[in-house]
């Protein structure tokens, strides 16, 4: 049984920072993408960013610049630096992992929230 553990959501101004981590758990040796995706009140849930074995890396236009991901390999584990956070980055976060194409384990979410 895989478990994808979150942590790091919560409160923050605009302008402000967050750092979300992310760790498998479980037994799997290797995770090949991980990655971050949110879902905003009323909308779909929409890939954030998200990075495959070999560096090649995906993100929505709108937080280009503003987040970043990193990757721990050893541990199976995802972080995601989110600077200068809008008020439209308020969401529930999901990690996502996915060891081969078409299987996909996900967090069970953190509410990040900007707001003055």
């Known amino acids: 049984q895989v478990q994808l553990v979150e942590s790091g959501g919560g409160l923050v101004q605009p302008g402000g920072s967050l750092r979300l981590s992310c760790e498998a758990s479980?037994?799997?040796?290797?995770?090949?993408?991980m990655g971050w995706y949110r879902q905003r009140p009323g909308k779909e849930r929409e890939l954030v960013l998200l990075?495959?074995?070999?560096?090649?890396?995906y993100w929505d236009e709108s937080v280009k610049d503003r987040f970043t991901l990193s990757r721990d390999y050893a541990k199976n584990a995802v972080f995601l630096q989110m600077n200068n956070l809008k008020p439209e980055d308020t969401a529930v976060y999901y990690c996502?992992?996915?060891?081969?194409?078409?299987?996909?384990?996900w967090g069970q979410g953190t509410q990040v929230t900007v707001s003055s």
């Open positions: 996502n992992g996915s060891p081969v194409p078409g299987v996909n384990y």
């Open positions: 479980g037994s799997i040796p290797y995770i090949d993408t």
């Open positions: 990075e495959a074995s070999g560096g090649k890396t």
